[in-house]
């Protein structure tokens, strides 16, 4: 075990965590909004909402993120769209994860009980009124450990992106193992990076389970 | 090259099946030994004995919290620091079996505690030892309880073996890259990998929920 080494290369791994986090950060804000929307659209009877929302859930859970990663990435030059690695990882992971988020919140929505959507609609609020105003601020309770659970599979999904060349944590790891040849080293460095940054997000999502749950 | 030619596929159909084929070797293999390796794993996280215990879960919390990539880049660029050479599907087999070993004991492990006691301390009192109880009366009904959670990991076993495509598994995801090294249209090649992933996907859950309608415990 080459502790040298490691102190040598902890920077570079700390750099790349960093990118890791803001990666994370950003796909799971558009996960969120995608997931919520999709959401929506799903619990809708207007076909027109309802057809597009089951098939987006459908595909993109349906099929391997390395690939939608790399249809955006390699594919999306020939239809038109160059991107960046960075913004192509933020938006693959965002959608992606956006599909898992559409049934957590979904599920969540459909566990308030429906008492409440009848007692606010025959109180005279619209559907819309009735959702924002009753329905979504109950069923947020419901909704952080299943979203939690989708934020904790995202931060390791963003393992992918090193192959759409981002260099986050698994890619600085590759890296540095092809050139030091210490591959022990390097995943214990990458490795020890990821259970911080997935037990500090375990630890927020936790505290903010246990704040709504309190307010009973 | 701009535009979408999709007269391209056909001719390197025969190249994506055969790496299916492999994706499907490589997926069997690792399901069984994800199934295998779970329960022991799950046995010894609610072991009596502390140091076990203390082991295992040390051992599963790294394996949760670490992404499959990186596991399996320690075992197929990491082995051979300490001379062990395992080949590219070997690797794969043994990241995504532990991996998904380490998801199972969990789900394993809450089935097991599920069970209810009463069951646990009939067997013990009609004079069966607790590893034939555990054997032959709790660890069947856990199994049976915890089914679609085990066939929801099993599904996402099937997708994410397209990582092993990055240490050089044949599998679909890399005779998808090769017809695109050979004719430089990515996004036909990946929507065409990713239909079939679908459609895989897709049986393999029809599958799954017909196991669940067998296995589903009466109520």
């Keep these: ?196 940054i997935v037990s500090i997000a375990s630890f927020f999502i936790r505290q903010v389970d246990r704040h709504f749950v309190m307010e009973i | 090259m701009p535009g979408l030619d999709l007269s391209v596929l056909p001719e390197y159909l025969p190249m994506l099946l055969l790496g299916l084929m492999w994706t499907c070797i490589l997926c069997v293999c690792s399901i069984a030994f994800s199934l295998v390796a779970g329960v022991p794993l799950a046995v010894a996280s609610i072991s009596r004995n502390r140091w076990l215990r203390s082991i295992t879960e040390f051992f599963l919390w790294i394996f949760r919290g670490t992404p499959l990539l990186l596991q399996l880049f320690l075992i197929y660029f990491g082995l051979p620091q300490i001379g062990v050479y395992l080949s590219p599907m070997v690797s794969g087999i043994l990241g995504l079996g532990i991996h998904y070993a380490v998801y199972n004991a969990d789900v394993m492990r809450t089935g097991i505690v599920a069970v209810e006691s009463g069951q646990h301390e009939a067997s013990r009192s009609l004079g069966l030892s607790r590893a034939q109880t555990l054997r032959k009366v709790i660890i069947p009904q856990a199994l049976r309880n915890v089914a679609p959670a085990l066939g929801n990991n099993l599904i996402a076993l099937l997708k994410e073996s397209s990582l092993v495509s990055i240490i050089t598994v044949p599998e679909l995801t890399l005779a998808a890259q090769r017809a695109i090294s050979d004719t430089f249209r990515p996004f036909e090649f990946y929507i065409a990998a990713g239909a079939i992933y679908y459609i895989v996907n897709y049986f393999l859950e029809m599958g799954l929920k017909r196991v669940e309608m067998k296995t589903a415990l009466a109520r």
């Excluded at chain 1, 920077?11 to 799971?28: G, Q």
């Excluded at chain 1, 999306?76 to 991107?83: A, E, M, S, V, Y």
């Excluded at chain 1, 986050?168 to 390097?186: C, D, K, N, Q, V």
Aim: one cysteine or more; proline letters at 5%.
């Design chain 1, 1 to 196: 075990m080459d502790f040298d080494l490691i102190a040598r290369v902890f920077v570079y791994f700390a750099r790349a965590a960093w990118i890791t986090v803001e990666l994370s950060l950003l796909s799971v804000c558009l996960g969120l909004c995608l997931g919520m929307a999709a959401a929506l659209c799903k619990l809708s009877p207007d076909p027109w909402l309802h057809m597009p929302a089951r098939v987006y859930v459908s595909v993109f859970r349906g099929t391997p993120c390395l690939i939608q990663l790399f249809v955006i990435y390699f594919g999306g030059p020939q239809i038109g769209l160059q991107l960046e690695p960075f913004p192509a990882a933020v938006i693959g992971l965002g959608i992606n994860i956006g599909a898992y988020m559409t049934e957590s919140i979904r599920g969540a929505i459909l566990a308030v009980e429906r008492g409440q959507t009848e007692a606010s609609r025959s109180l005279g609020l619209s559907k819309s009124q009735t959702m924002v105003k009753v329905i979504l601020p109950q069923a947020a309770r419901l909704m952080i450990r299943p979203l939690g659970v989708n934020t904790i599979a995202l931060i390791k999904g963003s393992s992918l992106v090193s192959a759409i060349s981002v260099v986050e944590l698994t890619y600085t790891a590759h890296r540095y193992i092809g050139s030091t040849y210490r591959p022990f080293e390097m995943f214990l460095l990458a490795a020890m990076f990821y259970l911080v």
